[in-house]
Protein backbone atom coordinates (compact mmCIF):
# COMPACT_ATOMS: atom_id res chain seq x y z
CA UNK A 1 0.00 0.00 0.00
CA UNK A 2 1.87 2.91 -1.28
CA UNK A 3 0.71 6.48 0.74
CA UNK A 4 1.67 10.04 -1.35
CA UNK A 5 2.47 12.45 1.04
CA UNK A 6 1.40 15.97 0.86
CA UNK A 7 2.76 18.99 2.49
CA UNK A 8 0.15 20.11 5.02
CA UNK A 9 -0.63 23.93 4.79
CA UNK A 10 -1.24 26.52 7.54
CA UNK A 11 -5.18 25.72 8.49
CA UNK A 12 -7.27 29.10 7.35
CA UNK A 13 -10.88 29.40 8.65
CA UNK A 14 -11.18 25.92 9.48
CA UNK A 15 -10.91 24.31 6.87
CA UNK A 16 -9.70 20.58 6.30
CA UNK A 17 -5.81 19.84 6.08
CA UNK A 18 -5.65 17.02 3.60
CA UNK A 19 -2.52 14.85 4.66
CA UNK A 20 -2.28 11.68 2.09
CA UNK A 21 -3.74 8.97 0.79
CA UNK A 22 -4.20 5.72 1.07
CA UNK A 23 -5.50 3.37 -1.88
CA UNK A 24 -9.01 5.61 -2.40
CA UNK A 25 -9.32 6.93 0.45
CA UNK A 26 -8.38 10.18 1.34
CA UNK A 27 -7.30 11.28 4.88
CA UNK A 28 -8.44 14.55 5.88
CA UNK A 29 -7.84 16.14 9.49
CA UNK A 30 -9.36 19.17 11.24
CA UNK A 31 -7.31 21.84 12.90
CA UNK A 32 -8.71 20.69 15.68
CA UNK A 33 -7.73 17.21 15.28
CA UNK A 34 -4.60 17.73 14.72
CA UNK A 35 -4.40 19.48 18.28
CA UNK A 36 -6.14 16.54 20.15
CA UNK A 37 -3.33 14.79 17.93
CA UNK A 38 -0.86 16.77 19.48
CA UNK A 39 -2.17 16.52 22.66
CA UNK A 40 -1.66 12.39 23.02
CA UNK A 41 1.12 12.85 21.88
CA UNK A 42 3.21 14.98 24.38
CA UNK A 43 1.04 13.16 27.18
CA UNK A 44 2.74 10.14 26.22
CA UNK A 45 6.25 12.17 26.75
CA UNK A 46 5.51 14.64 29.52
CA UNK A 47 4.23 11.51 32.27
CA UNK A 48 0.89 12.76 31.80
CA UNK A 49 0.06 8.81 32.86
CA UNK A 50 1.37 9.67 36.29
CA UNK A 51 -1.82 11.77 37.41
CA UNK A 52 -4.19 8.50 38.04
CA UNK A 53 -1.54 7.82 40.29
CA UNK A 54 -1.74 9.28 43.96
CA UNK A 55 1.70 11.23 45.10
CA UNK A 56 2.51 9.33 47.92
CA UNK A 57 2.60 6.08 45.67
CA UNK A 58 4.20 7.86 42.81
CA UNK A 59 7.44 8.36 45.47
CA UNK A 60 6.99 5.55 46.80
CA UNK A 61 7.94 3.66 43.42
CA UNK A 62 10.83 6.15 42.74
CA UNK A 63 12.30 5.57 46.07
CA UNK A 64 12.90 1.78 45.31
CA UNK A 65 13.74 2.12 41.85
CA UNK A 66 16.21 5.32 42.18
CA UNK A 67 17.91 5.08 45.31
CA UNK A 68 21.10 6.55 45.18
CA UNK A 69 21.22 7.26 41.24
CA UNK A 70 21.82 10.84 40.97
CA UNK A 71 21.81 11.36 37.01
CA UNK A 72 18.95 9.05 36.82
CA UNK A 73 16.75 11.20 39.07
CA UNK A 74 17.92 14.59 36.97
CA UNK A 75 16.88 12.68 34.17
CA UNK A 76 13.17 11.76 35.87
CA UNK A 77 13.07 15.72 37.06
CA UNK A 78 13.10 17.12 33.91
CA UNK A 79 10.02 15.16 31.99
CA UNK A 80 7.05 16.91 34.01
CA UNK A 81 6.36 18.66 36.89
CA UNK A 82 4.58 16.04 38.34
CA UNK A 83 7.82 13.62 38.38
CA UNK A 84 9.92 17.13 39.54
CA UNK A 85 7.93 17.40 42.84
CA UNK A 86 8.35 13.51 43.24
CA UNK A 87 12.04 13.69 42.54
CA UNK A 88 13.77 16.75 44.23
CA UNK A 89 13.25 15.49 47.62
CA UNK A 90 15.52 12.48 46.45
CA UNK A 91 17.80 14.83 44.73
CA UNK A 92 18.68 17.00 48.01
CA UNK A 93 18.04 14.16 50.64
CA UNK A 94 22.46 14.37 51.35
CA UNK A 95 24.48 17.23 51.85
CA UNK A 96 27.97 17.47 51.86
CA UNK A 97 29.49 20.37 53.80
CA UNK A 98 32.61 21.21 53.31
CA UNK A 99 34.03 23.22 56.29
CA UNK A 100 37.27 25.84 57.04
CA UNK A 101 37.61 28.62 60.17
CA UNK A 102 36.85 32.07 58.97
CA UNK A 103 39.44 34.35 58.32
CA UNK A 104 39.35 37.35 61.04
CA UNK A 105 41.40 39.54 59.07
CA UNK A 106 38.73 39.09 56.09
CA UNK A 107 35.08 41.37 56.45
CA UNK A 108 32.65 38.72 56.20
CA UNK A 109 31.11 40.43 53.53
CA UNK A 110 31.23 43.44 51.98
CA UNK A 111 27.92 46.23 52.40
CA UNK A 112 27.35 46.03 48.73
CA UNK A 113 28.68 42.97 47.61
CA UNK A 114 28.07 39.29 47.50
CA UNK A 115 31.99 38.48 48.78
CA UNK A 116 31.81 35.34 51.05
CA UNK A 117 34.14 34.39 53.95
CA UNK A 118 37.01 32.58 52.73
CA UNK A 119 37.08 29.20 50.69
CA UNK A 120 35.29 26.25 51.92
CA UNK A 121 33.37 27.56 55.03
CA UNK A 122 29.75 26.33 56.06
CA UNK A 123 28.02 28.55 53.58
CA UNK A 124 26.41 25.68 51.67
CA UNK A 125 24.08 25.63 54.80
CA UNK A 126 23.14 29.20 54.03
CA UNK A 127 22.70 28.28 50.39
CA UNK A 128 20.86 25.20 51.14
CA UNK A 129 18.19 27.15 53.04
CA UNK A 130 17.99 30.00 50.96
CA UNK A 131 16.68 27.63 48.30
CA UNK A 132 14.42 25.39 50.62
CA UNK A 133 15.80 22.18 50.56
CA UNK A 134 17.07 22.05 53.99
CA UNK A 135 13.61 20.35 54.64
CA UNK A 136 14.75 17.71 52.15
CA UNK A 137 18.19 16.57 53.94
CA UNK A 138 18.54 13.40 55.40
CA UNK A 139 22.06 12.59 55.76
CA UNK A 140 24.29 15.55 56.19
CA UNK A 141 27.94 15.25 56.47
CA UNK A 142 30.35 17.86 58.04
CA UNK A 143 33.69 17.72 56.93
CA UNK A 144 37.21 19.81 55.91
CA UNK A 145 37.54 21.12 53.14
CA UNK A 146 40.92 20.97 51.76
CA UNK A 147 43.49 23.52 52.90
CA UNK A 148 41.68 23.62 56.48
CA UNK A 149 43.64 26.27 58.75
CA UNK A 150 43.34 23.84 62.02
CA UNK A 151 43.20 20.33 62.65
CA UNK A 152 39.42 20.49 64.44
CA UNK A 153 36.54 21.87 64.33
CA UNK A 154 35.25 23.90 67.41
CA UNK A 155 32.21 25.10 68.83
CA UNK A 156 32.60 28.68 67.57
CA UNK A 157 33.09 27.23 63.72
CA UNK A 158 29.58 25.99 64.22
CA UNK A 159 27.95 28.73 66.02
CA UNK A 160 26.81 31.07 63.20
CA UNK A 161 24.52 28.47 61.17
CA UNK A 162 22.74 26.94 64.28
CA UNK A 163 19.68 28.68 62.58
CA UNK A 164 20.49 26.09 59.30
CA UNK A 165 20.88 23.60 61.47
CA UNK A 166 17.75 24.01 62.95
CA UNK A 167 15.61 23.92 60.04
CA UNK A 168 16.60 20.21 59.29
CA UNK A 169 13.60 18.64 60.80
CA UNK A 170 13.77 14.81 59.43
CA UNK A 171 17.87 13.79 59.76
CA UNK A 172 18.10 10.04 59.51
CA UNK A 173 22.28 10.41 59.03
CA UNK A 174 24.90 12.85 60.62
CA UNK A 175 28.84 12.35 59.24
CA UNK A 176 31.37 14.49 61.37
CA UNK A 177 35.13 14.87 60.88
CA UNK A 178 37.59 16.52 62.51
CA UNK A 179 35.30 17.58 65.21
CA UNK A 180 36.98 18.63 69.09
CA UNK A 181 34.01 16.81 70.65
CA UNK A 182 35.69 17.60 74.02
CA UNK A 183 33.99 21.23 73.95
CA UNK A 184 30.71 19.84 72.22
CA UNK A 185 29.90 18.02 75.04
CA UNK A 186 28.98 20.44 77.83
CA UNK A 187 26.64 22.34 74.62
CA UNK A 188 25.03 19.41 73.12
CA UNK A 189 21.84 20.13 73.23
CA UNK A 190 22.66 24.14 71.77
CA UNK A 191 24.58 22.16 68.69
CA UNK A 192 23.24 18.67 68.42
CA UNK A 193 19.53 19.22 70.42
CA UNK A 194 17.60 18.78 67.45
CA UNK A 195 18.85 15.35 66.04
CA UNK A 196 18.39 13.07 68.68
CA UNK A 197 14.83 11.89 68.06
CA UNK A 198 15.49 11.22 64.27
CA UNK A 199 19.12 10.24 63.83
CA UNK A 200 19.43 6.27 62.89
CA UNK A 201 23.09 6.57 61.44
CA UNK A 202 26.54 8.11 63.22
CA UNK A 203 29.46 8.03 61.24
CA UNK A 204 32.39 10.38 63.54
CA UNK A 205 35.61 10.47 61.67
CA UNK A 206 39.18 11.81 63.73
CA UNK A 207 37.26 13.23 66.81
CA UNK A 208 39.43 14.78 69.37
CA UNK A 209 37.98 13.88 72.82
CA UNK A 210 38.12 10.65 75.78
CA UNK A 211 36.52 7.45 75.53
CA UNK A 212 34.09 8.77 78.16
CA UNK A 213 32.86 11.77 76.62
CA UNK A 214 32.73 9.86 73.45
CA UNK A 215 30.44 7.30 74.67
CA UNK A 216 28.46 10.06 76.32
CA UNK A 217 28.26 11.72 72.41
CA UNK A 218 26.66 8.49 71.34
CA UNK A 219 24.05 7.85 73.87
CA UNK A 220 22.67 11.30 73.57
CA UNK A 221 20.98 9.95 70.58
CA UNK A 222 18.81 7.47 71.83
CA UNK A 223 17.21 5.62 68.64
CA UNK A 224 20.54 5.03 67.24
CA UNK A 225 21.16 1.75 64.91
CA UNK A 226 24.14 2.35 62.92
CA UNK A 227 27.64 3.48 64.03
CA UNK A 228 30.96 4.37 62.45
CA UNK A 229 34.07 5.61 64.24
CA UNK A 230 37.28 6.13 62.52
CA UNK A 231 40.96 7.37 64.08
CA UNK A 232 39.79 8.78 67.63
CA UNK A 233 42.50 10.69 69.13
CA UNK A 234 42.42 11.35 73.26
CA UNK A 235 43.48 14.16 74.61
CA UNK A 236 46.41 13.79 77.04
CA UNK A 237 44.09 16.15 79.90
CA UNK A 238 40.89 16.95 80.12
CA UNK A 239 38.84 18.75 82.98
CA UNK A 240 35.23 18.68 81.62
CA UNK A 241 32.77 16.62 84.21
CA UNK A 242 31.10 13.83 82.19
CA UNK A 243 27.83 12.52 83.35
CA UNK A 244 27.17 8.97 84.29
CA UNK A 245 25.63 7.02 81.23
CA UNK A 246 22.61 5.27 82.41
CA UNK A 247 20.86 4.22 78.72
CA UNK A 248 22.14 3.54 75.55
CA UNK A 249 20.50 3.40 71.97
CA UNK A 250 19.50 0.02 70.30
CA UNK A 251 22.93 -0.36 68.38
CA UNK A 252 21.10 -3.31 66.38
CA UNK A 253 22.48 -1.88 62.85
CA UNK A 254 25.66 -1.93 61.11
CA UNK A 255 29.35 -1.02 63.31
CA UNK A 256 32.21 -0.07 61.98
CA UNK A 257 35.81 0.93 63.87
CA UNK A 258 39.04 1.76 62.62
CA UNK A 259 41.92 3.04 64.49
CA UNK A 260 40.21 3.06 67.88
CA UNK A 261 41.57 2.28 71.28
CA UNK A 262 40.81 -1.05 73.44
CA UNK A 263 39.44 1.09 75.97
CA UNK A 264 37.07 2.47 73.11
CA UNK A 265 36.28 -0.84 72.46
CA UNK A 266 35.60 -1.82 76.36
CA UNK A 267 33.12 0.69 76.98
CA UNK A 268 31.15 0.09 73.69
CA UNK A 269 30.74 -3.44 75.11
CA UNK A 270 29.72 -2.33 78.63
CA UNK A 271 26.87 0.10 77.69
CA UNK A 272 24.06 -0.98 79.60
CA UNK A 273 21.71 -1.69 77.20
CA UNK A 274 24.31 -4.28 75.34
CA UNK A 275 25.19 -4.29 71.73
CA UNK A 276 22.63 -5.83 69.08
CA UNK A 277 25.00 -5.21 66.23
CA UNK A 278 24.27 -7.50 63.11
CA UNK A 279 26.96 -6.48 60.95
CA UNK A 280 30.79 -5.35 62.46
CA UNK A 281 33.01 -4.44 59.80
CA UNK A 282 36.57 -4.21 61.77
CA UNK A 283 40.10 -2.97 60.67
CA UNK A 284 42.80 -5.04 60.80
CA UNK A 285 44.32 -5.36 64.34
CA UNK A 286 41.44 -3.61 65.78
CA UNK A 287 40.34 -4.52 69.52
CA UNK A 288 37.50 -6.51 68.99
CA UNK A 289 37.59 -9.43 71.92
CA UNK A 290 35.17 -7.42 73.91
CA UNK A 291 32.94 -5.87 70.71
CA UNK A 292 32.77 -9.63 69.64
CA UNK A 293 31.50 -11.02 73.25
CA UNK A 294 28.97 -8.41 73.70
CA UNK A 295 27.19 -8.56 70.51
CA UNK A 296 28.19 -12.69 69.21
CA UNK A 297 24.09 -13.60 70.12
CA UNK A 298 22.91 -11.06 67.14
CA UNK A 299 25.60 -10.53 64.83
CA UNK A 300 25.28 -12.20 61.38
CA UNK A 301 28.47 -11.18 59.14
CA UNK A 302 31.72 -9.88 60.17
CA UNK A 303 34.05 -8.04 57.65
CA UNK A 304 37.28 -5.90 57.26
CA UNK A 305 37.65 -2.66 56.96
CA UNK A 306 39.61 -1.21 54.70
CA UNK A 307 40.19 2.66 54.72
CA UNK A 308 41.21 4.68 51.51
CA UNK A 309 44.60 6.49 51.74
CA UNK A 310 43.42 9.98 49.79
CA UNK A 311 40.80 10.47 53.05
CA UNK A 312 37.35 11.19 53.41
CA UNK A 313 35.13 9.30 50.57
CA UNK A 314 31.61 9.26 51.45
CA UNK A 315 30.42 7.96 47.83
CA UNK A 316 32.55 4.79 48.25
CA UNK A 317 31.97 1.79 50.51
CA UNK A 318 34.29 0.22 52.37
CA UNK A 319 35.89 -3.33 51.00
CA UNK A 320 34.06 -6.04 52.80
CA UNK A 321 35.07 -9.91 52.86
CA UNK A 322 31.93 -11.34 54.64
CA UNK A 323 32.81 -14.23 56.85
CA UNK A 324 30.11 -17.09 57.14
CA UNK A 325 29.05 -17.22 61.01
Not at 152 to 159: E, M
Not at 165 to 174: F, T, W
Not at 207 to 215: A, M, R
Amino acid sequence: MNINQKTPTHPTNGTDIPIGYASRLRIRLTPGGIQRRVDDISKQFTGAGWKSLPQELVDEILGYLLPGNLHTLKACSLTCKRLFGATRPLIHQRLVCLGSRPDPLKPKRHLFGRHRRGRGAFERLVDADRLGILRYTRRLTLRRANGFPGPYFYPRDLQEYLPQLRSIAKLDGLALDSFYLTHFTPGFDDFFGMFPNTLRHLDIRRPYCTEQQLLYFICQFPWLEDLTIVSQATPPDTHVPIPIIRQSPPLRGKLGLANTSLELSNGLAALPGGLHFRSIALAPCQHSQAILAACGHTVTSISYLWLPRCGYRESNPPIQLQVAM
